[in-house]
């Protein structure tokens, strides 16, 4: 049974920093390419980060470069994204996404505010 279970999203102030967390089972998670994605209410589904099987290449909306970070532990079965300077436009549902030919998997999403 496939699933993507995230973790770490809450509320936080203008400034400060979380740190999201996509543990996965079910399929060999190290061929797969991880990504997260961002649903703002009213909004649609944008991607925010994407990452490579081993790690090596990374890409992100320009509207969080240099602020998230993308990471993976194939050992750990675990996506991370590291949110730092969150702003209110950061506000969302994170997605945690799976994606190689044939398959595509979401997680249930973990609810991000931030908000002073």
């Known amino acids: 049974q496939v699933q993507l279970v995230e973790s770490g999203g809450g509320l936080v102030q203008p400034g400060g920093s979380l740190r999201l967390s996509c543990a996965a089972s079910g399929f060999t998670f190290s061929v797969y390419v991880m990504s997260w994605y961002r649903q703002a209410p009213g909004k649609e589904r944008e991607l925010v980060a994407r990452?490579?099987?081993?790690?090596?290449?990374?890409n992100y909306a320009d509207s969080v470069k240099g602020r998230f970070t993308i990471s993976r532990d194939n050992a750990k079965k675990t996506v991370y994204l590291q949110m730092a300077r969150l702003k209110e436009d950061d506000t969302a549902v994170y997605y945690c996404?799976?994606?190689?030919?044939?398959?595509?998997?979401w997680g249930q999403g973990t609810q991000v505010s931030v908000s002073s």
């Open positions: 990452i490579t099987t081993a790690g090596v290449g990374t």
């Open positions: 996404n799976a994606r190689r030919v044939g398959n595509d998997y």
